[in-house]
């Protein structure tokens, strides 16, 4: 099986506070897993650390053939590309439509050819069901809508790992289920996923492989049936 993410006796500080150890942990390509902990436990802390926001001191990482331990400032950019990253505030530029704010991003990584980049930003946005909203500004959408088109921008480089830091945390309970059902649809086309959040809805609604934040550790947690 081809690992995505490897940590082995790993550490996250924020500064000099310690706030994870003995971190140990793997993630296969395919899998979808939740990361889930109370507020402060760490989870936004322990997703930094993989896209190369808080550098890894302690322990060995490696994420997408990165080393995490190594990773040089300059090679940052190139790991998140091959990542895809939402967040729960969604961070569309506001001053753009939907088709620019994902033009922006093909740009800034390196896209020259015009139809090609038209071909990728229908693609993406068809995947979420957003084609139709193509010339909208991002403040002409609900919370959910705007979600799906950060979730079309996380597509754009076909990331090998996608990491949801929270992605239903500003929306509703049935608008999170429509999000979380993209990201579903997207897990079974074949890409891997980690998904923080503390919405126990979700994980009932749709069980998969949990880690758990408490404590200053982080532990995989046998969910029950209900
Ligand atoms: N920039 C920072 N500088 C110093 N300490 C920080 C910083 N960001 C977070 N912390 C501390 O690190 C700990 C973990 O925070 P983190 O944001 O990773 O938790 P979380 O589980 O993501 O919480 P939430 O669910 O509220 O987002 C907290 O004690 C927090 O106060």
Request: proline residues 5%; hydrophobic residues 40%.
């Given at each position: 099986m081809e690992q995505i993410l490897n940590l082995r006796g790993v550490s996250i500080f924020q500064r000099e506070n310690l706030i994870l150890s003995e971190v140990n942990l793997t993630i296969n390509k395919g899998d979808f897993v939740y990361l889930i902990g109370k507020t402060g436990s760490g989870k936004s802390s322990f997703m930094k650390t993989l896209y190369g926001d808080l550098p890894l001191t302690n322990g060995e990482g490696s994420i997408v053939d990165f080393n995490l331990k190594t990773l040089k400032e300059k090679e940052i950019p190139f790991l998140r590309r091959k990542l895809g990253i939402v967040f729960q505030d969604f961070q569309l530029l506001q001053d753009r439509t939907v088709a620019d704010n994902l033009l922006f991003v093909?740009?800034?990584?390196?896209?020259?050819?015009?139809?090609?980049?038209?071909?990728?930003?229908?693609?993406?946005?068809?995947?979420?069901?957003?084609?139709?909203?193509?010339?909208?500004?991002?403040?002409?959408?609900?919370?959910?809508?705007?979600?799906?088109?950060?979730?079309?921008?996380?597509?754009?480089?076909?990331?090998?790992?996608?990491?949801?830091?929270?992605?239903?945390?500003?929306?509703?309970?049935?608008?999170?289920?429509?999000?979380?059902?993209?990201?579903?649809?997207?897990?079974?086309?074949?890409?891997?996923?980690?998904?923080?959040?503390?919405?126990?809805?979700?994980?009932?609604?749709?069980?998969?492989?949990?880690?758990k934040c408490d404590e200053g550790k982080v532990f995989e947690v046998v969910q029950k049936n209900a």
């Open positions: 093909l740009k800034a990584t390196g896209w020259k050819d015009k139809e090609k980049m038209q071909a990728k930003i229908d693609e993406v946005l068809d995947k979420v069901d957003m084609k139709t909203k193509n010339f909208k500004f991002p403040y002409q959408l609900s919370g959910g809508e705007q979600q799906r088109i950060a979730i079309a921008r996380a597509l754009l480089n076909d990331p090998e790992l996608i990491l949801a830091d929270e992605p239903t945390g500003n929306l509703d309970p049935q608008t999170s289920i429509e999000v979380m059902q993209v990201l579903q649809e997207i897990n079974k086309n074949g890409r891997t996923i980690l998904m923080a959040t503390h919405d126990y809805a979700l994980l009932l609604k749709y069980p998969s492989k949990t880690l």
